[in-house]
């Protein structure tokens, strides 16, 4: 079992940067590999990022490579998302995401197996 809390949403103006955090409980942290998802209203939920075990690959959806950074601590139990140069449309609820093992080291929601309860995030133009 892994619990997830996401912190670090807010308002930003266009052009900012935020940084989320995602606490994982849990002594199996590092045996899951973690995502990033966001789902707009209206919208479905879609892969924002992902990040192995040890940290060493990653990789990001179309829309966000460049400006986002996946990393994560697994001694501190850490997943963080910095975002950067953000835009209107990366306006919605982020959420943190374990795929457990068996690993199926997918990008659709389905794939993943512990979510955490999303935290807003609001870029103004």
């Known amino acids: 079992q892994v619990q997830l809390v996401e912190s670090g949403g807010g308002l930003v103006q266009a052009g900012g940067s935020l940084r989320l955090s995602c606490a994982a409980s849990g002594r199996t942290f590092s045996r899951n590999r973690m995502g990033w998802f966001r789902q707009a209203p209206g919208k479905e939920r879609s892969f924002v990022a992902g990040i192995s075990l040890s940290g060493s690959i990653t990789d990001y959806a179309d829309s966000v490579k460049g400006r986002f950074t996946i990393s994560r601590d697994n001694a501190k139990n850490m997943v963080y998302l910095q975002m950067n140069s953000l835009k209107p449309e990366d306006t919605a609820v982020y959420y943190c995401?374990?795929?457990?093992?068996?690993?199926?080291?997918?990008?659709?929601?389905?794939?993943?197996?512990?979510w955490g309860q999303g935290t807003q995030v609001t870029v103004s133009s």
């Open positions: 995401a374990a795929d457990s093992p068996p690993l199926k080291l997918g990008v659709r929601p389905e794939e993943y197996d512990y």
